[in-house]
């Protein structure tokens, strides 16, 4: 199945400053998801990119697909407190009929008042 | 719209026991669910996707006759930990793929196992 290395792992920013998490594949992709998980919760659907050298924004935030489809990163601007949570990408595998979701090992970002 | 309920939201149980987990799209139909565990500061694992009306497809690692997936109806998966020991606590997370295309996750299960 697809497989998406996200980096950074962690990241502590002070209130303010932005931020940004990244995916990467060595394959291309058909689609990239990405997912906010709060401490305690469940992931929650922030948005999917499809096309090349997408660009979508929600808010603070800024999706980018890159041209190439191997990569996409999450762009958070002027981090607040109720940003905190992990970041997670992830990657469909649509052999077959199952639609498979893997997901990156997340990026855990801690936001300091 | 597209919610996904789980039930129950935590449980505890003494090692031995089976425990069984519900989720239901509320208001669409999902013909495909997924089953993920999260253990603390990971990442979700896939663990089987459920299709309705026939068996589960187990990822590589995932023993089948312990945990136990029954997919009886559009709006309902189960997930059934068999004999659960301590090493099987974990927070399980069901999701649904709409016919938008988009995933709806549960609210997850914590499941405890003394």
């Known amino acids: 199945g697809q497989q998406v290395m996200q980096i950074p792992q962690y990241q502590h920013v002070q209130e303010g400053e932005d931020f940004t998490t990244y995916c990467n594949s060595s394959?291309?992709?058909?689609?990239i998801q990405w997912y906010k998980q709060r401490p305690g919760g469940h992931p929650v659907f922030l948005i999917q990119l499809v096309k090349s050298g997408e660009v979508k924004k929600q808010k603070r935030l800024t999706f980018q697909f890159g041209e190439a489809k191997k990569n996409s990163s999450l762009h958070i601007t002027a981090t607040q407190t109720t940003d905190v949570g992990t970041y997670f990408c992830?990657?469909?595998?649509?052999?077959?009929?199952?639609?498979?979701?893997?997901f990156g090992k997340g990026t855990l970002l801690t936001v300091n008042p | 719209g597209a919610v996904v309920s789980q039930h129950p939201s935590w449980v505890i149980c003494k090692s031995g026991t089976s425990v069984k987990i519900e989720c239901r799209s509320l208001?669409?139909?999902?013909?495909?669910m997924f089953w993920y565990r999260q253990f603390p500061k990971q990442s979700l694992m896939l663990m089987a996707t459920s299709n309705e009306g026939s068996k589960a497809t187990y990822e590589q690692g995932v023993e089948k006759d312990k945990f136990l997936i029954n997919h009886a109806s559009l709006t309902l998966s189960t997930l059934t930990v068999t004999s659960a020991h301590p090493e099987d606590s974990s927070f399980y997370i069901c999701?649904?793929?709409?016919?938008?295309?988009?995933?709806?996750f549960g609210p997850g299960t914590r499941l405890t196992v003394l």
């Open positions: 394959t291309t992709l058909s689609n």
């Open positions: 999701s649904a793929r709409g016919t938008s295309g988009t995933w709806r």
């Open positions: 992830a990657v469909q595998n649509s052999g077959g009929s199952n639609y498979k979701l893997t």
């Open positions: 208001d669409f139909q999902a013909t495909t």
